[in-house]
């Protein structure tokens, strides 16, 4: 088969291929992801090289060609080089062969030949190359039948799998992960060598699991992957948490929904509503703390009283175990987590404006995002009490909505500051403090209290009266 045709829309292979000729005796192909994504009509604008001989010289020869002579950045350990021209990033490497150690998937490398470089790929569909050799120019070589394996939608390893996830055992969640993105299935005899060598994932950092782990969430569906994790075995490697929301328990004929496939199912959702990885991690954690929160009761069933707390409060070492980023996207995941019940608790109940100030107050600039999350979240096997709760939740959200836009509320702050607080009544930095100034805030959200300073301050005023703070009190 020959793709001649379909490089022609970029002419750097043309000007690669030139530089070839300046390298005698050097053998020159794009392999990998870029084979794959031209024969899928997928757009990338990574570009894969690899060479017999210096793949860095390669490069060097490519840069003075287009003019970006002094710009390859070089990997010397690694003998790879990189250049960026205009959107395309292209890698350059020697063909090599690797052989590895059990302790680790750091491969030990030796120049090779095309065959040893394909042979080290991971899957068949990552190990097609094109020549830009001049006597076979656009030529596929594809040893391992990759060709057919995308029509067929089928991940499979080049070689024999056990070894292959054995050498690497990052691979097993890059197969499930390709599978998630392509929407592919995972051959039989593959997805068994992957449940066969989970054990093997705790040799790889905990860096680059997360790093696929995160491929797999932005994915369209990304309950497909989190299934195949969950299935092999790999997901309890390194994610027991999520692992523990699976089952569901009865007594007395009384039985709780699976919460993991409740999660998979709020995740879908919510990859619907939003492509931000943070939120949808939100919907990850939503009831986490649900295994740790539940419990029987004989009068109304089973309970998980108070799961939205504790699940923002695991949280932090879940991320800090995943070696997720510990930032402001955490807490952004804390606070959807803590808030997720609240706009559903005033859809059950007589719905006051206090009730929803408070909430808009303290979701903050998050409101839109939390109310994805909550949308996302209304699930059922009964279609018409799903549509019904969600015209319900419709109502609530424009009340909502009306109120943030009428009061401002999203960047409410109180007139009166800790630094007035402690002014006023001679008060060092100190709980007190905080309580004076979450009860000020209480009542200007409930109303009784304008959120202008001389209300403000008078209500103030009559808390210190009340602490019996009269003595302290310094004249404004």
């Known amino acids: 088969m020959n793709l001649a045709h379909h490089l022609q829309t970029n002419p750097l292979f043309e000007i690669i291929a030139t530089a070839a000729l300046q390298c005698p005796t050097m053998e020159v192909y794009v392999i990998g992801g870029f084979v794959r994504d031209l024969l899928l009509n997928r757009p990338c604008k990574d570009i894969d090289i690899v060479c017999t001989g210096s793949g860095i010289a390669l490069a060097e020869a490519f840069a003075k060609l287009v003019g970006l002579e002094g710009q390859v950045v070089t990997f010397k350990n690694f003998g790879t080089a990189m250049l960026k021209v205009n959107d395309w990033e292209v890698e350059f490497v020697g063909a090599r062969k690797e052989s590895y150690r059990l302790d680790s998937r750091k491969p030990t490398v030796a120049t090779g030949t095309l065959e040893d ?170 009831d986490i703390a649900k295994p740790a929160t539940k419990r029987f009761d004989e009068k109304v069933g089973w309970t998980f009283h108070g799961h939205e707390e504790k699940g923002a409060r695991m949280v932090t070492p879940i991320f800090r175990s995943l070696k997720l980023p510990l930032n402001e996207k955490m807490k952004f995941v804390e606070k959807m987590v803590r808030l997720h019940l609240r706009p559903i608790a005033l859809v059950k109940r007589n719905i006051t404006e206090s009730a929803m100030r408070r909430m808009i107050v303290d979701v903050g600039e998050d409101f839109d995002a939390l109310m994805k999350l909550v949308r996302a979240d209304i699930t059922s096997k009964d279609g018409n009490k799903v549509k019904q709760f969600l015209k319900n939740y419709d109502e609530v959200e424009k009340k909502l909505k009306e109120l943030e836009q009428k009061d401002e509320l999203r960047n409410f702050q109180p007139v009166i500051t800790g630094e007035i607080i402690m002014e006023t009544f001679n008060l060092p930095p100190s709980k007190e403090v905080g309580e004076i100034k979450q009860e000020i805030r209480d009542a200007i959200l409930d109303g009784y209290v304008k959120n202008e300073m001389e209300d403000a301050f008078a209500y103030l005023l009559q808390i210190g009266q009340k602490r019996g703070f009269s003595t302290k009190l310094k004249t404004m």
Do not use: C
Request: aromatic letters at 10%; proline letters at 4%; zero cysteines.
């Open 117 to 286: 470089d394909q042979n080290r790929r991971d899957f068949t569909i990552n190990a097609m190359a094109i020549s830009l050799n001049k006597a076979n120019y656009g030529e596929l070589i594809d040893p391992f039948g990759g060709l057919q394996h995308l029509k067929e939608k089928i991940i499979k390893t080049p070689l024999e799998p056990n070894i292959t996830f054995s050498d690497d055992p990052l691979r097993m969640m890059r197969a499930i992960r390709f599978a998630t993105q392509l929407e592919f299935d995972i051959d039989g005899h593959t997805f068994k060598a992957i449940t066969d060598n989970k054990e093997r994932l705790q040799i790889v950092s905990m860096e680059r699991i997360s790093d696929e782990l995160n491929k797999i969430i932005l994915t369209k569906k990304p309950s497909y992957g989190f299934k195949m994790l969950f299935t092999s075995g790999l997901l309890k490697e390194f994610f027991p948490d999520m692992v523990a929301l699976y089952g569901v328990d009865v007594v007395n004929g009384y039985a709780h929904k699976d919460n993991f496939y409740h999660t998979l199912k709020v995740l879908d959702n919510l990859a619907e509503l939003s492509d931000d990885l943070w939120l949808r991690w939100a919907a990850i954690l939503h």
